[in-house]
């Protein structure tokens, strides 16, 4: 068969090859990206589900494919309270954060247009944006996240430069946050460039510790900003609900391409969700979720701190579900893993080189730590700190 140019650029990658061990219940995986399932609400949402299917067969008709106009209004309500200033207008239903970033750069990448990034960065955003041919060009990226003097650098070097994608708050994979200065000075560069800006927030409501900083799409006056949201970390991924909140064309040639893509995200689900956020106190519930996440991620590091060498440095992220690890330099750890953390200590990671759009670094790891019991995180690490050269 012969493909799409674009299918090129669609390949597994040996990195999910090797993750696939993690899943022997034997080893302890750090790899996996996912909330604690014990933390479903899911006494609540059978009741829903139950009671919606004994009711009216709506709940299984199509729907309008911007979305249940209920929900869309609760969402905007959430944002209003986030300090973006949006009615249900304003939000289109999507399918999880996945699909706003397909859709985005559906709607201005041409091949050979270049992506902005964190470097690293989400490993299923460069998954989304590769069937579109992009060139990336990644921009440093520490403590305080995305370098706003080397975005300028960058961008100045970029003339093809269309789509900058950020997540601004507790990054997959490094777990940092972008401090309220360089938010400020990203939103004039993309204003200076003319780029479309992907503002991915799927952990934005996961915050343990710190001030709470304005959104990009709070500070965008010139409309450039795509704010997306998600459900699955707050409620629950398979339900495959999350928001794309833009201006003008922006917002209405996405919805057309929402459209196009799939109809409508699931009415039941949809129906599922705005009862939930009607009945229960999502809020309270997230604070659970902060509780627990919190105290995983406080064990993660202490244990960290008393069992590695120093060499090591590590992200303390003041929410989300990661951090990330730096080895020495000369310090390779997808063979590590692959010779010694999955064989010897029984322990698995992602290797972090995957997450390079352009040129990989081999000396770091992304440690997920909401998917574990803290049990396990203890012994996790202990196993793994023991086989560490010194
Ligand atoms: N963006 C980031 C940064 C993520 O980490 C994830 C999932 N882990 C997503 C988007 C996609 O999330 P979903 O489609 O489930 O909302």
């Known amino acids: 068969m012969k493909f799409a140019e674009r299918v090129r650029r669609v390949a597994p990658s040996a990195i ?4 696939r061990h993690g899943a022997d219940p034997e080893i302890i995986s750090f790899g996996g990206g996912y909330p604690d399932p014990a ?9 829903i589900y139950a009671e919606l299917l004994a009711g009216d067969p709506v709940v299984l008709q199509y729907c309008p494919s911007d ?6 209004a609760q969402v905007a309500t959430r944002l209003r309270r986030d300090g973006i200033d949006r009615t249900a207008d304003d939000v289109l239903i999507i399918q999880g954060a996945q699909q706003g970033l397909d859709l985005a750069a559906k709607l201005v990448l041409d091949p050979g247009d270049a992506v902005v990034t964190e470097n690293p960065t989400f490993l299923g955003a460069l998954i989304a944006f590769n069937p579109f041919e992009p060139v990336y060009a990644p921009v440093r990226t520490d403590a305080d996240g995305m370098d706003t003097d080397d975005l300028e650098r960058v961008l100045a070097a970029t003339p093809r430069a269309r789509l900058l994608y950020t997540v601004p708050d507790f990054q997959n994979p490094t777990g940092v946050t972008m401090s309220l200065p360089r938010r400020r000075r990203l939103i004039e560069l993309a204003d200076e460039y003319d780029l479309l800006v992907v503002e991915d927030t799927p952990y934005r409501a996961l915050r343990y510790d710190g001030a709470h900083l304005p959104t990009l799409k709070s500070l965008d006056a010139g409309g450039r900003v795509v704010h997306l949201g998600s459900f699955s970390k707050i409620l629950a991924p398979g339900m495959r609900l999350g928001w794309a909140v833009a201006d003008g064309e922006v917002l209405e040639k996405l919805a057309l391409l929402k459209l196009a893509a799939d109809t409508q995200s699931s009415t039941l689900n949809m129906a599922a969700t705005s009862s939930y956020l009607d009945r229960y106190d999502i809020d309270a519930h997230i604070a659970t979720m902060c509780r627990s996440y ?13 069992t590695f060498p120093e060499t090591v440095e590590y992200t303390t992220p003041d929410g989300g579900l990661f951090t990330w690890l730096t080895f020495p330099a000369s310090f390779d750890t997808t063979a590590f893993m692959r010779d010694v953390a999955l064989p010897d200590a029984r322990v698995a990671y992602v290797p972090g080189a995957t997450f ?6 081999h000396n770091h790891a992304r440690l997920n730590f909401s998917g574990l019991t803290e049990e396990r995180i203890t012994q996790g690490v202990i196993r793994l700190s023991k086989y560490l050269p010194r």
């Open 356 to 361: 390079f759009p352009t040129t990989p670094e």
């Open 294 to 306: 919190r105290d995983k991620r406080d064990l993660l590091l202490t244990t960290l701190r008393e």
């Open 67 to 72: 979305g249940l106009p209920a929900l869309r």
């Open 39 to 47: 933390l479903f609400p899911m006494a609540e949402l059978r009741g």
């Open 16 to 19: 999910r090859d090797l993750l």
